[in-house]
């Protein structure tokens, strides 16, 4: 997967050189960012043998939640409420899928459909405008030459990783991925594990929501259509495996590599965004169909 | 026909995974109404070369021939067409629809051809025909999820015949069975005999083998050993023949003085399934819990083990009553269950060897949240390297590692929280005699060092070589406890049949 990246970034930067300038890859990874950030939340969810879909309209509720807080309370108020209305509305998915044992598709997709309409009844359906100054900085501003909301995905990425991999609760998604029945009989308390995997997943989708929102100043209850099917492509893309168990921080972020370095290669090489649609799902598609062929040859 | 050539004949087949030579020039003769049993420990090739007869596998070098003739299986559609079914240990019926469309499936007699509209009543005259000749008292119109496993099996004979197969491949048969739906089976395959199909029975229980197969072609490490007659080949020379060097003992059983006691259950109840089962054991000592499938002793660990509710009854450990009802709560008081299905409970596939040891004991190795990656992976190996779990490297997904390995992984987990009480259900099911002996050494080693060790078995030499007290359960009751002396195959059989010892 390594290498795809960088073939497609090799084949983009021969084509228009504008690739590889330093504006355009600032820019790349401030688009991505947002895709990152629910990546992350999806790769919990995914691994633990769940699947978040409602993190797209998360990003509309607390895009909306964040600005009227904002205006009414303040800047860190603001912000504060829209991170937390992410992790409240994942406690919720958690509960009905760890305590009253919904799928976690069915739950999910129950929170996409509510979520957006809480979105929308909240603000009316109107756009929420005449936020702070000082809130653009976090959408455009910049810490050295990267761009704060580069920064803040890869500090979240830094801390999944941690997660995942030194953290009784990241061994434990793993297992529960692999094996529910096996983890429940090696002592793991699955339910509360598995409310913590999707309040996880709630929290990245605020933080995600709160920086999108910085981005387009002012709450948008119309966020993040199907921004949660792109966050599932980029964890399997990277070798994340559908049904859990396999697959870490490291998968996702090629995942989501491959899909940011598409999207603003195939603008750059003038490509409509029609055909780029095609070309990314036949790339979701096509990666798990190799991954797939490679496994079974083991 | 004396002289017609064997249905079946394999000659040199050679099959290559990477990296691996999985069948090196392997033989094998069938003949028309003959039951061949294939013999071989886990890994010597058996799963493979009925996979090459049955289609799924494309042998890299040898010949196949049908009826002397040199045949081309080049998927299992062919093989069904040459006349081989095979029934896998996992069947492949589908559990919502009902006998008759299974055994039709594919091939259902149509009323109006054009339409594809089924002819039901035709399809249920047929079915009920194929199963009058079996002898099978089975309705055609049951669902098939509500059958038993054994009837599902007959199904899957039926089907088979249906399909006027000449050549069954039964893969481990009887894993699943009862002593009596054996024998049921065992007057099935006669039949299929008596009619002149031939059978491939593949089976690690060699008792079984004894009573239903004619010739016996064994395979080790991928190569061919030996083709024997069955009759006059004892028990302990197939198993030389697998293993390719004497076993001394089959069972070596330790003998531990017995210390404290670690657990005692009175008057355990869960409603319906379990009544009134009260027993002890102590340290250095093995019991073993004998009965019939369906006996509920899966039920009796689980329910000690805080896996399944109980309604009544009493769990002492060391002399301590256990409140507390989940397997958390169950390790936490250094319980471990080793569960009978290893693929459904007990192993985490696709994590790693070191993932899979770690796991119930990470809490030690957690340092004000993080974990202490470094000493984790060195107990890991420790345990590994103890247990004699032969895999490469930590880092090996569980499932690829055989059955016998794959269950040193799991009492290494336990190893690993300390265990003191060890409940063992079936622990040798479906791992080969080398694995099976590494095994009850280990077991030896855990009551040395003073654990408890409860033994939940189906085969009886098993129980008899290993226990040092033996309770019998039969329909959710202990029935009887024998001593290690005087405990005799007919004593206990008796008990778990009739109730009464």
């Given at each position: 997967?390594?290498?795809?990246?960088?073939?497609?970034?090799?084949?983009?930067?021969?084509i228009?050189?504008?690739?590889?300038s330093?504006?355009?890859?600032?820019?790349?990874?401030r688009?991505?960012?947002i895709?990152?950030?629910l990546?992350?939340g999806q790769t919990f969810?995914i691994l633990s043998?769940?699947i978040d879909l409602?993190?797209g309209?998360?990003?509309a509720?607390v895009?909306?939640?964040?600005?009227?807080?904002?205006k009414?309370?303040g800047?860190v108020?603001?912000?504060t409420?829209?991170?937390?209305a992410?992790g409240?509305?994942g406690l919720?998915?958690?509960?009905?899928?760890?305590?009253?044992r919904?799928?976690?598709?069915?739950?999910?997709?129950?929170m996409?459909?509510?979520?957006?309409?809480?979105a929308l009844?909240?603000?009316?359906?109107?756009?929420?405008a005449g936020?702070?100054?000082?809130?653009l900085v976090?959408?455009a501003?910049?810490?050295?030459?990267?761009p704060?909301?580069?920064?803040v995905?890869?500090a979240?990425?830094?801390?999944?990783?941690?997660i995942?991999?030194?953290t009784?609760?990241?061994?434990?998604?793993?297992?529960?991925?692999?094996?529910?029945e096996?983890?429940?009989?090696?002592?793991?308390n699955?339910?509360n594990y598995?409310?913590?995997?999707?309040?996880t997943?709630?929290?990245f989708a605020g933080i995600a929501g709160?920086?999108?929102?910085?981005?387009?100043?002012s709450?948008?209850?119309?966020?993040?259509?199907?921004?949660?099917?792109?966050s599932?492509?980029a964890v399997?893309?990277g070798g994340?495996?559908?049904?859990?168990g396999?697959?870490?921080i490291g998968?996702?972020?090629?995942?989501v590599?491959?899909?940011?370095?598409?999207?603003?290669?195939?603008?750059?090489v003038?490509v409509?965004s029609?055909?780029?649609?095609?070309?990314i799902?036949?790339?979701?598609?096509?990666?798990?169909w190799?991954d797939?062929a490679?496994?079974?040859?083991? | 026909?004396?002289?017609?050539?064997?249905f079946?004949?394999l000659e040199?087949?050679?099959?290559?995974?990477?990296g691996?030579?999985a069948?090196?020039?392997?033989s094998l003769e069938?003949?028309?109404g003959?039951?061949h049993?294939?013999?071989?420990?886990?890994?010597?090739?058996?799963s493979?070369?009925i996979k090459?007869?049955?289609?799924?596998?494309?042998?890299?070098a040898?010949?196949?021939?049908l009826?002397g003739r040199?045949?081309?299986i080049?998927?299992?559609h062919?093989?069904q067409?040459l006349?081989?079914s095979?029934?896998?240990?996992?069947?492949t019926?589908?559990p919502?629809?009902?006998?008759?469309?299974n055994i039709f499936?594919?091939?259902e007699?149509l009323?109006i051809?054009a339409?594809?509209?089924?002819?039901?009543r035709?399809l249920?005259?047929?079915?009920?025909d194929?199963?009058?000749s079996l002898?099978l008292?089975?309705?055609?119109?049951?669902?098939v999820?509500?059958?038993?496993v054994?009837?599902?099996?007959?199904?899957?004979?039926a089907?088979?015949?249906?399909?006027?197969?000449?050549l069954?491949i039964?893969?481990?048969p009887t894993a699943?069975?009862?002593?009596?739906?054996?024998?049921?089976l065992?007057?099935?395959?006669?039949r299929?005999e008596?009619?002149g199909v031939?059978?491939i029975?593949?089976?690690h229980?060699?008792?079984e083998?004894?009573a239903?197969?004619?010739?016996?072609?064994?395979?080790?490490?991928?190569?061919?050993v030996?083709?024997?007659?069955?009759?006059?080949?004892?028990?302990d020379?197939?198993i030389?023949?697998?293993?390719?060097?004497?076993?001394?003992?089959k069972?070596p059983?330790?003998k531990v003085a017995?210390?404290?006691e670690?657990l005692?259950?009175?008057?355990?109840?869960?409603n319906?399934?379990?009544h009134?089962?009260?027993?002890?054991v102590r340290?250095g000592?093995?019991v073993?819990?004998a009965?019939?499938?369906g006996?509920?002793?899966?039920e009796?660990?689980?329910?000690i083990?805080?896996?399944?509710?109980i309604?009544?009854?009493?769990?002492f450990l060391?002399?301590r009553?256990?409140?507390?009802?989940?397997?958390?709560?169950?390790?936490r008081?250094?319980?471990?269950?080793?569960?009978?299905d290893?693929?459904?409970?007990?192993i985490?596939?696709?994590?790693?060897v070191?993932d899979?040891?770690?796991?119930s004991?990470?809490r030690?190795?957690?340092r004000?949240?993080?974990?202490?990656?470094r000493r984790?992976?060195?107990?890991?190996?420790?345990?590994?390297?103890s247990?004699?779990v032969?895999?490469?490297?930590?880092?090996?997904?569980?499932?690829?590692l055989?059955?016998g390995n794959?269950?040193?992984?799991?009492?290494?987990?336990?190893l690993?929280?300390?265990?003191?009480?060890?409940l063992?259900d079936e622990?040798t099911?479906g791992?080969d005699?080398g694995?099976?002996?590494?095994v009850?050494r280990?077991?030896?080693?855990?009551v040395s060092?003073g654990?408890?060790?409860?033994?939940?078995?189906?085969?009886?030499?098993?129980?008899?070589?290993m226990?040092?007290r033996?309770l019998v359960?039969r329909d959710?009751?202990i029935?009887g406890?024998?001593?290690r002396?005087d405990?005799?195959?007919?004593?206990?059989l008796?008990?778990?049949?009739r109730?009464?010892?």
């Amino acid at each position: 997967m390594p290498a795809v990246i960088v073939a497609l970034a090799v084949v983009f930067g021969s084509i228009n050189p504008n690739f590889w300038s330093a504006t355009n890859l600032a820019n790349v990874s401030r688009q991505i960012s947002i895709l990152a950030l629910l990546s992350l939340g999806q790769t919990f969810a995914i691994l633990s043998g769940g699947i978040d879909l409602s993190v797209g309209s998360l990003l509309a509720l607390v895009s909306v939640v964040c600005a009227q807080q904002m205006k009414a309370q303040g800047l860190v108020e603001g912000i504060t409420a829209g991170v937390l209305a992410g992790g409240l509305a994942g406690l919720v998915n958690g509960l009905i899928i760890a305590r009253a044992r919904v799928p976690p598709f069915i739950a999910t997709l129950g929170m996409l459909v509510a979520a957006r309409g809480a979105a929308l009844t909240l603000s009316g359906g109107l756009p929420i405008a005449g936020l702070p100054r000082e809130f653009l900085v976090i959408g455009a501003g910049y810490i050295g030459p990267f761009p704060i909301p580069t920064v803040v995905a890869v500090a979240a990425f830094v801390l999944a990783h941690v997660i995942l991999s030194r953290t009784r609760f990241g061994r434990y998604v793993y297992a529960m991925g692999s094996n529910e029945e096996a983890a429940v009989l090696s002592g793991i308390n699955v339910a509360n594990y598995k409310m913590l995997v999707y309040v996880t997943s709630g929290l990245f989708a605020g933080i995600a929501g709160v920086i999108l929102t910085a981005r387009v100043i002012s709450g948008q209850p119309t966020l993040g259509e199907v921004q949660e099917l792109y966050s599932i492509a980029a964890v399997v893309i990277g070798g994340g495996r559908i049904t859990g168990g396999v697959g870490g921080i490291g998968t996702t972020l090629m995942g989501v590599l491959v899909l940011g370095i598409l999207g603003n290669g195939l603008n750059l090489v003038q490509v409509s965004s029609y055909v780029q649609n095609i070309v990314i799902g036949a790339i979701i598609v096509g990666a798990v169909w190799i991954d797939l062929a490679r496994e079974r040859r083991r | 026909m004396k002289d017609a050539p064997p249905f079946l004949q394999l000659e040199g087949i050679v099959k290559r995974f990477p990296g691996v030579v999985a069948l090196n020039g392997v033989s094998l003769e069938v003949r028309a109404g003959e039951t061949h049993a294939l013999l071989g420990e886990n890994g010597a090739g058996k799963s493979t070369l009925i996979k090459t007869i049955a289609g799924v596998y494309h042998p890299d070098a040898g010949e196949i021939r049908l009826d002397g003739r040199p045949a081309r299986i080049r998927n299992p559609h062919d093989a069904q067409a040459l006349g081989i079914s095979t029934i896998y240990q996992e069947f492949t019926l589908a559990p919502d629809m009902s006998v008759a469309e299974n055994i039709f499936l594919g091939r259902e007699p149509l009323l109006i051809r054009a339409l594809s509209i089924v002819d039901r009543r035709e399809l249920i005259r047929r079915t009920r025909d194929v199963l009058t000749s079996l002898d099978l008292q089975i309705d055609p119109e049951a669902t098939v999820r509500h059958l038993g496993v054994a009837q599902q099996q007959m199904v899957e004979i039926a089907k088979a015949l249906s399909l006027d197969a000449r050549l069954i491949i039964m893969d481990e048969p009887t894993a699943t069975l009862t002593s009596h739906e054996i024998d049921r089976l065992f007057e099935t395959i006669g039949r299929l005999e008596q009619r002149g199909v031939a059978v491939i029975y593949v089976s690690h229980r060699l008792e079984e083998v004894k009573a239903i197969a004619g010739r016996a072609t064994i395979l080790r490490d991928g190569t061919y050993v030996a083709t024997v007659p069955v009759a006059s080949t004892t028990i302990d020379e197939m198993i030389r023949l697998m293993v390719g060097r004497d076993l001394k003992e089959k069972f070596p059983k330790v003998k531990v003085a017995p210390g404290d006691e670690v657990l005692r259950v009175e008057h355990l109840t869960r409603n319906g399934i379990l009544h009134d089962i009260s027993f002890s054991v102590r340290r250095g000592e093995i019991v073993g819990i004998a009965g019939l499938v369906g006996s509920k002793r899966t039920e009796t660990a689980r329910a000690i083990f805080g896996a399944d509710p109980i309604d009544g009854g009493r769990i002492f450990l060391h002399g301590r009553e256990m409140t507390a009802r989940t397997p958390a709560d169950a390790i936490r008081h250094r319980i471990a269950l080793v569960p009978e299905d290893r693929k459904r409970h007990g192993i985490f596939a696709c994590l790693s060897v070191h993932d899979n040891v770690v796991l119930s004991g990470l809490r030690q190795f957690s340092r004000r949240g993080l974990l202490d990656v470094r000493r984790a992976r060195q107990r890991a190996q420790e345990f590994v390297s103890s247990l004699r779990v032969a895999t490469p490297d930590l880092d090996k997904w569980a499932r690829d590692l055989s059955g016998g390995n794959q269950q040193k992984v799991v009492i290494a987990k336990w190893l690993n929280t300390n265990a003191e009480l060890f409940l063992f259900d079936e622990p040798t099911r479906g791992i080969d005699v080398g694995g099976k002996i590494e095994v009850y050494r280990l077991m030896g080693e855990l009551v040395s060092r003073g654990a408890a060790i409860v033994m939940i078995s189906s085969e009886l030499p098993e129980i008899l070589g290993m226990s040092d007290r033996i309770l019998v359960m039969r329909d959710g009751r202990i029935c009887g406890e024998f001593d290690r002396a005087d405990a005799t195959e007919e004593g206990i059989l008796n008990c778990a049949l009739r109730g009464a010892a």
